[in-house]
Structures are given as structure tokens and as C-alpha cells.
């Protein structure tokens, strides 16, 4: 019963201790990868850990839509205001 508890703690902290990189993943971040290397070297220290849980949520995910920006010209080939 006790090898039980302890396997069951050992996930939760692994879980808890992967959290910076599981937010990233999910939210497409570019910078995953380097904030998955983060957590793995720093993530032991909380300063580490916070440090990659902040980056993970920042807005950096993604590849922003680009707008297409059509020729402001009519067919006759003249500029349209």
C-alpha cells in the first residue's frame, strides 16, 4: 500500500513539475521546445519553474493570421481611394 502512495506522489510532482511545459505544448507556443529545456534544467528551482510557467503564457503562440493586402487598384489600372 505504501509503494502505491509513493509511485501515486512521485506522478503528481512529475505532473506538477511539467506544468510550464504541458501550457506550452497545449497553446501551440513557438517557443516550446526552449521552454521544455528550461524546465528540465531549471525547473527544480522555483525561480526556474516560474520563470517557464510565465513564458509558456505569454501570447507568443502560433503563427499570427496575415492579413492579405490586395492592390488598391481598379481594373483600369487606376489607384482607388
Same mark, same amino acid.
Given at each position: 500500500?505504501?509503494?502505491? +502512495?509513493?509511485?501515486?506522489?512521485? !506522478?503528481? =510532482? #512529475? ?9 506550452? *505544448? ?15 534544467? +531549471?525547473?527544480?528551482?522555483?525561480? !526556474?519553474? =516560474? #520563470? ?9 503562440? *502560433? ?19
Amino acid at each position: 500500500m505504501e509503494a502505491v +502512495l509513493v509511485i501515486a506522489a512521485a !506522478g503528481v =510532482a #512529475i505532473g506538477v513539475y511539467f506544468i510550464p511545459s504541458f501550457v506550452a *505544448g497545449r497553446r501551440n507556443h513557438r517557443n516550446a521546445n526552449a521552454i521544455l529545456a528550461l524546465n528540465l534544467l +531549471l525547473g527544480w528551482t522555483f525561480l !526556474g519553474w =516560474a #520563470i517557464a510557467l510565465i513564458w509558456a503564457l505569454t501570447a507568443n503562440t *502560433g503563427s499570427a493570421p496575415v492579413e492579405s493586402q490586395s492592390d488598391s487598384r481598379s481594373s483600369d489600372g487606376n489607384h482607388v481611394l
